[in-house]
């Protein structure tokens, strides 16, 4: 098999292409042929050390694939060769193959393009489960989505324009017209009036704000929300380049959102972290997963929803590709496939 191997903190154009043995499936595992995986931000942050939970160097990046079951391990049932699976991986899927347990796998249903799901998997599960399963937005509701043009971003819009929300939008000047395509009342995030912006369009304040900025932001958000909203907070994005440590920054973060959300004040706020209660119930966390997903890919298949790829870079151009997801001028996901061999 051959993997893009990041052997340290370092700049993209330090990825190293490796070749190695494909290890035999164990009981209970599968080998999986990748048709798609992508650039994430979560490997924006792990090029520089700075991801809760950082992977030890080296390592393969690659935190979300799609692609076909090609050997089972023993034991392995529900799952046949030729089927297409997703699967989120935080890391390892920047190759041609992946071993992977048989039960993380999520099935793609039938018309679905490698491509297309492959735009949904982490991205779709964190929007999905944060829309419905944490803020609860309903048809009729307002809600402010920022970075509204990004992966997860773009995918909050989609979602809450598919069950009748309406959705206020904040991206960079480029993008403006793409959100408004999207189906959102687009805001410039660097406007200096931006809260000003929002109040204009929701005087009564908004019922959700999905906030991936942390800092200054989450203040904003917080005193942007209508009586009984809900405040999502899923990062700490303005934190990528800053010399804070992580603990630092993080435990003021969460602290701030536990007390608002038990103080008195007809709103709620929560962290939201796909990984969380993995250890805990380990069952029930992939439930959710699949559960999530499935209606993410349901939405695509039935086209209610678009798969917003920025671009197809073959996996060996990845460092090419980090450098597009990092510079602002894509929409989307920036989706690698392979061409290893
Ligand atoms: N907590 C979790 O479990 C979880 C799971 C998945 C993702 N995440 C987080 O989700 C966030 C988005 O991930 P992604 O993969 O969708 O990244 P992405 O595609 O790179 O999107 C990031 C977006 O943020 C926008 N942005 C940059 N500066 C901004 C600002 N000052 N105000 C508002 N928006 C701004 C960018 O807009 P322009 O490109 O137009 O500048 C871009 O659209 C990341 O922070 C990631 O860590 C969290």
């Excluded at 931006?194 to 200054?216: E, I, N």
């Amino acid at each position: 098999m051959t993997e893009m191997v990041l052997p340290a903190i370092g700049e993209p154009e330090t990825l190293q292409m490796r070749q190695r043995e494909l290890p035999l499936p164990a009981a209970g595992e599968v080998v999986i042929r990748i048709e798609a995986t992508g650039v994430s931000f979560a490997e924006q942050s792990m090029r520089r050390g700075r991801y809760p939970g950082q992977p030890a160097f080296p390592f393969v990046p690659g935190y979300d694939m799609v692609g076909i079951v090609e050997v089972l391990g023993a034991d392995v049932v529900d799952v046949t060769v030729g089927q297409r699976m997703a699967a989120v991986t935080k890391i390892g899927a920047w190759a041609n193959y992946i071993v992977l347990p048989a039960k993380d796998l999520i099935p793609v249903p039938e018309g679905l393009a490698a491509d297309a799901a492959e735009t949904a998997v982490v991205n779709g599960i964190t929007a999905w489960q944060m829309m419905h399963d944490l803020a609860h937005v309903r048809a009729g509701q307002t809600i402010l989505v920022h970075g509204a043009s990004g992966g997860v971003g773009g995918l909050l819009v989609q979602l809450a324009r598919d069950a009748g929300v309406r959705v206020i939008g904040t991206t960079s000047s480029l993008k403006l017209e793409t959100l408004r395509a999207l189906g959102a009342e687009p805001i410039d995030y660097r406007s200096a009036d931006l809260t000003a912006q929002v109040r204009a369009l929701a005087p009564g304040g908004v019922d959700a704000v999905f906030d991936h900025l942390g800092g200054k932001s989450l203040h904003t958000s917080w005193q942007m929300l209508a009586p009984n909203g809900t405040l999502v907070s899923y990062g700490l994005a303005t934190l990528l380049d800053s010399k804070v440590s992580l603990i630092a920054a993080f435990i003021p973060h969460l602290l701030r959102i536990y007390l608002w959300n038990i103080l008195p004040n007809s709103r709620h706020a929560y962290f939201y972290d796909l990984w969380g209660g993995k250890t805990l119930r380990p069952r029930k966390f992939q439930q959710e997963l699949r559960a999530s997903l499935t209606q993410v890919f349901d939405l695509l298949a039935q086209g209610r929803i678009q798969a917003q790829i920025a671009c197809r870079l073959p996996i060996k151009r990845a460092a090419e590709a980090m450098r597009l997801a990092e510079s602002g001028k894509v929409s989307g996901k920036v989706v690698l496939v392979p061409d290893l061999d």
